[in-house]
């Protein structure tokens, strides 16, 4: 049990929100990150208060041991994800002015921060990185910890934690789009919704880049494309039906992880959080998560 004289607990309430920041970063997960931050309070008061007392900087601990869970973490996933029915996408977060899920981290305190660091297109190439890749770059180049700690925490040199970074930044440097202005995205994706909504599949095919993909993630617990779907036509023809397939939906333009995105809603429940890649004045990528287990964050109640 903690003390309000204790000495570490302050430190831990100011650390809650960066240490759930790192652990989704590390994760694209925010139940997980959830998790790791539990796990890393409790490891804290396992020690004796002499133990904890003897710790020059608490924060850095807390740091250092919420990453290697993650780690550990992150080396156990490829398991889980053979298991996993259909693709696996990270877990979308609404801005933070919209966030309606009744769950710990809906403490203003612990929410994550968006950025370009938890945008959904490089979520998505973080996850292809191997766990030791992801670490060192999420450390280093988006938490600036020099290269030492970063060591420490994976278990290699510095100079093979610097490579691996330098592996992970080319690959994010080679699937990063150019920039485009928000206010752009945000038309793209608007014209997306109302020809959606207009079942126009021309203008859909003029929105999507011709080699557009859409991604869906229902975890085996609701319908959805198992595989990515591939070209303009056959994205504008998917996305053309399900309106059809759902009678009474419909589609709310929200912020997802940052970014311009849609949220598609049943009798005013979310059914899918949709984030966009748009390169130039098209759109390269769709990610729909439709998983209710990863939607909490988005539903009331």
């Not at 994550?112 to 190439?125: K, P, Y």
Request: net charge negative; with cysteine; aromatic share 6%.
């Amino acid at each position: 049990m903690t003390h309000p004289s204790d000495p570490g607990l302050s430190v831990i309430l100011s650390e809650r929100r960066r240490l759930t920041n790192l652990a989704y970063r590390l994760l694209g997960s925010l139940a997980d990150a959830e998790d790791v931050v539990q796990e890393t309070c409790a490891r804290w008061y396992a020690m004796s208060p002499a133990q904890r007392g003897a710790v020059d900087s608490p924060g850095a601990w807390l740091s250092t041991v919420a990453s290697r869970i993650c780690l550990d973490l992150l080396g156990s996933a490829r398991a889980r994800r053979e298991r996993y029915v259909g693709e696996w996408l990270p877990e979308p977060l609404p801005d933070p002015t919209e966030w309606t899920g009744a769950r710990p981290a809906a403490d203003p305190a612990d929410r994550v921060t968006l950025d370009e660091s938890v945008n959904m297109a490089l979520l998505v190439v973080l996850d292809a990185m191997t766990p030791a890749e992801r670490v060192a770059f999420v450390l280093h180049d988006v938490f600036r910890y020099p290269f030492p700690e970063v060591a420490e925490i994976v278990g290699r040199t510095p100079a093979a934690c610097r490579q691996l970074a330098t592996s992970a930044r080319r690959r994010v440097r080679t699937a990063r789009p150019d920039a485009v202005p928000a206010a752009r995205r945000a038309g793209v994706v608007r014209a997306f919704k109302r020809a959606w909504e207009a079942g126009d599949i021309d203008a859909l095919v003029g929105l999507l880049a011709p080699d557009a993909t859409a991604t869906g993630d229902g975890g085996g617990l609701v319908t959805a494309a198992l595989h990515p779907v591939e070209g303009a036509e056959r994205v504008a023809r998917f996305f053309a039906d399900r309106p059809a397939a759902a009678p009474g939906m419909t589609l709310v333009e929200r912020t997802v992880n940052g970014q311009p995105g849609l949220v598609a809603q049943l009798d005013d429940v979310t059914v899918s959080v949709m984030a966009f890649e748009v390169t130039g004045d098209r759109i390269a990528h769709i990610w729909a998560v439709l998983n209710p287990e990863k939607l909490h964050p988005w539903t009331a109640g």
